[in-house]
């Protein structure tokens, strides 16, 4: 990338977000039903290639089921309301129902309470019990605490992720989470992130990961380049670790480790550009969010939101327009990208003349004012 | 165009619209009456550079020929509201009073009622009636059921557009139209696009466009963006286009295909750039849909707007400000470029010291923010 | 200037307006009191270097006079409602109180009334007996016919202002201005423009201007761009012009030719930004039309509003904000750039280390996001 | 940096403010327990990186002492209300009061009572009291007047602020301040500024700064390039004025001058970015102007804003958040990044694996739109 001098002595890359970047037909065109857009990682296949992001304002054990059932993958997150709370129900009406000034206060107290073992193995049970793929999410602090109760509890994919994991964390007083030996004795397929570079990405491959998430997910990067003065601009990113891919599959000899895209993806035009910059699947909130279904009912937040001394990320309120087959599969009733998801990605790439998602990843963009 | 690494191995042009240049001003200036503005293709000949777009809220037959007359080209949408319904001013009327929650899903379902050969039939003939020259529009995948109708019916310029037309379409299950064997075989101009590419445009031409749209048109391009992550920055799309015609030129020993910019065309001012990039004429929707005969009441929108599964343009309201006349060629009553566009067009030329539109081509232009 | 392309065989420089840059102290710092603000043009010598805009709601007859007084320089338009009209009070009263949906017709009803040449006689008249240094601007159409009153009149400094004015016009049926000979042949010095670039400036100056107007001025940049599509961006246009007069002098033997930025100067900084890019002074609309005494009443409007056919400017709403003493030298009670124009130039010079306007032109700037 | 043309002969920097800038966090992560984020200056050592600007809606004597505790360092301005008033809660009550139109005019008469020698001594005892570090300011203009008292009455760190200081300050009239003879035989170290550039600090350090303060301060950035047409994009400027320092130790034999950012730190991740820029520090006004303990009740207002002839700044309506503890230590319950602003930043350093200030100013940071 273009390295720029802010300074004398300090030097930056010029990043671009996927509002900078617009994708441009050119070859040919091709009938959207010839258009295949399945995903598989490892063992598992899947209709769409996403991820539903582990945030209680998307996905439940029911709504984990219903995304299976319509070919993603919905990820629980283990340190969320579902096991912290018997009945998360009760926190889930109170936080759509809180006034915008008691609102991060109240979240931080509702997400104070103990995570328990139980839950973790209840919640897991019944997504299980449904027949679906079952992921399941844990930051890496709390990984090594509860890894044995998800495996136990007989999860597909494994999740960690946080704000940043790096494959090499220093601490002195606790144990870090030995990334690389939790992976390799592990039987279940690693999805790990979020990262943001190349470097951290490869490191991270290195490690074992089935994917790497790339960004920091969860509607919380807005608040994160507030609050930290970090941000991931997401077209360079995902092009960069698709980057760092291509070279890890050389050094391991051919393995392949997936690239997920996991923030910035508000709409439909965002999981086509994703995958244009080299993604092969996304990760999603806010559009899920959206669902008649979602546990949010109309409000959307990340962990981060309720971090008990450095909230970053709010409680966004962004309504509800459909049923969440209709914003992944369709027909939409709307023309701002927020219905029938994966019809739009099958259109675009159409429209573009490619025919499956990896051939998709050459399409040529364009840098365009938005 | 300057190529950008947005990551490595992920390079992007970065390109320009309209609003990211302006003209300036350099050598001589000229009386506005002693510029031309005139246009020609093939045996047609206009006194203003610019056909209306295929749109239900711009064209119907009535101002088809109102437009005629008043020196441009009227393009009527052969899969709209007139070959659908009977009197479709029924249809209009309750369009225009939409509330807007319910506007998509009730133009879906107005849309949905079949194209009528005899319609298709009747209302060329209502325009070819007043002596204005004729042109109608079909999307490709229409362009093979209903040509014939169209031919017989006696149709002078015929236009094929899509949201991206190629001439290398892929489809197995259907038989794709012959763009090639198609103009072949045909007695009139057809004019072809929407394409966004030097490279697209070349094919175009090649298969022996008359005339190459640039760009989506109809208002749909921020949708589209926005809903299939596709744009095309239409500065940068003109120049590519001029200059795969110069390209074709050469390799056809002359033949001289009109470029016509087909999006981003909202105001008089936009006529000018789109002539200074090197486009030979303009598609033009919205400018006209705010005229007091337009067919929408003030609204507009296009045949994006009520696709079945996947909308990808809304229905927009845009008002009146005045006659057809007044718009196209004054007077002007708003300093808005909204009215009197082609009598801008003459003074900026004038303004600028260029006497035709080819001439023009060539006046300098600028990047700055607007 | 570094050159773009926006398409194959379309290039284009980037250009910066004022807005762009700015400017950066870096090696010394004087007292204020230490710094002279005095220009000079021909033999006449102005405490501040600027000229008042020729508009009918800056400069009437009596702000002429006022401004003169302050040390500043009022051009008198004569083509507006003071040679149109016996007494232009009327309709300056009326302008003020115009409904918005009215004002531009009404407004070209005004200006309809036609130009007596009595009156461009008495009006000078009035500004002479004062005392002050007279000037007054005819657009290049109206010179021919009205250059023999203006100059029996008595006027000092002879301004020829159109939206853009050109050595060389080319007109067949009517007699264009041979800017060349009414210059060589007339007493008082000649300001012309607007010019754009350097080419064109470059001609006005072989054509004996005393000096160039840059830019559009009188408040219409910004619809000239949307109505016409041109647009000057100032301080790529002065930095231009500034390097021709460089290169003008040379082959002249020495001839010094006044550069005065005519648009975009809406408050104190950009006088500074103005003079920072090669400026010697500016010519200001809007910042007066601010003033207690104005003709415009709180409003402001350049002819170009008021034209028949196409009007390329809008009666805007400016408000009051102080006298025209306290908006030339102070003292100011807002921080917004309205108030001590001149004070605060004065000020930026000091705080750089700069003691003349000759020498502060060559104060360094940066380009920087606003 | 990239050197690019306005125009033939005028040539500019392209410069970066914080907001144009993003961390990204590259190599490994590390517990926020393990960071320092300690800062020493001289003798004098201070648990959080940052000092309070000398403004009256940000120290009081009672607010300097309680930001000392914290462990930051607050800076009583000595030309505000505190020594020109023997009790200025009277007037900083009437100035939250005020309506806006009479903000300004009633601000510079309540900063036109003179400067009380006395009171210069009392609060200065007042903060010696309490037994935290002792930091005072005043502008270069009233230095020499004062400097003794504030001497006597036993100043720790002595700050020289204005709008822009130089260590060449022209004046044939007064007789201006010699910066290096007088921080040669001053006792204290003394910390100079705004400075703007590389060359300006230069010349800073070499008279005998311990720090130097890079940017304007005082939240009256912007209207300073509205008024003057001068600005300073931060992120430029600190990284040019860290690298004249590092050029300064290897001239000086080895002398380290503290870089202090002033101005655009507006909130946690401002902070992050100076520091990745290459500040060793903060100073910050906004962001404490929120604090329940501020005198300015919610208001905050420079002595810019106060000028008795050119206001540069406004009194500005900020607002309460939280204690000065929650916002400088947190915990935080918003996140919009104005609490626990160093516990964000300890934060950001953890996420980005670095351990000390000095180690996280080679952070590697993107240029992308905010």
Known sequence: MSEIEIGPGKRARQAYSFDDIAIVPSRRTRDPEEVSI???????????????????????????????????????????????????????????????????????????????????????????????????????????????????????????????VSAEHVATKSEPLNLKKFIYELDAPVIVGGCATGTGALHLMRAGAAGVLV???????????????????????????????????????GRYVHVIADGSVGGSGDIAKAIACGADAVMMGSPLAKANEAPGKGWHWGLEAAHAELPRGNRVKVGTVGSLEEILVGPSHTADGSMNLFGALRRGMATSGYSDLKEFQRVEVVIARG
Do not use: C
């Open 38 to 164: 399945n995903w598989q990682i490892d063992a598992y296949k899947f209709a769409l290639p996403m991820m539903a992001a582990p945030m209680d304002s998307v996905v439940s054990p029911d709504t984990a089921i219903a995304i299976g059932k319509l070919g993603g993958l919905g990820v629980l997150n283990l340190e969320g309301l579902w096991t912290r709370h018997e009945d998360p129900r009760i926190a889930l009406a109170e936080i759509a129902s809180l006034p915008e000034e008691q609102a991060i206060r109240r979240m931080q107290e509702l997400y104070s309470a103990p995570i328990q073992s139980e839950l973790v193995k209840t919640r897991i049970a019944e997504i299980r019990a449904s027949g679906v793929t079952v992921a399941a999410a844990l930051s890496p602090q709390r990984t090594a605490e509860f890894a044995n109760d998800v495996i136990k509890a007989g999860v597909d994919i494994f999740v960690i992720r946080g704000t940043t």
């Open 215 to 253: 960004g920091f997910g969860g509607g919380s990067a807005h608040t994160t380049r507030t609050v930290l003065g970090i941000s991931v601009p997401m077209a360079s990113a995902v092009a960069e670790v698709a980057s760092a891919r291509r070279d890890y599959m050389d050094e391991s000899g």
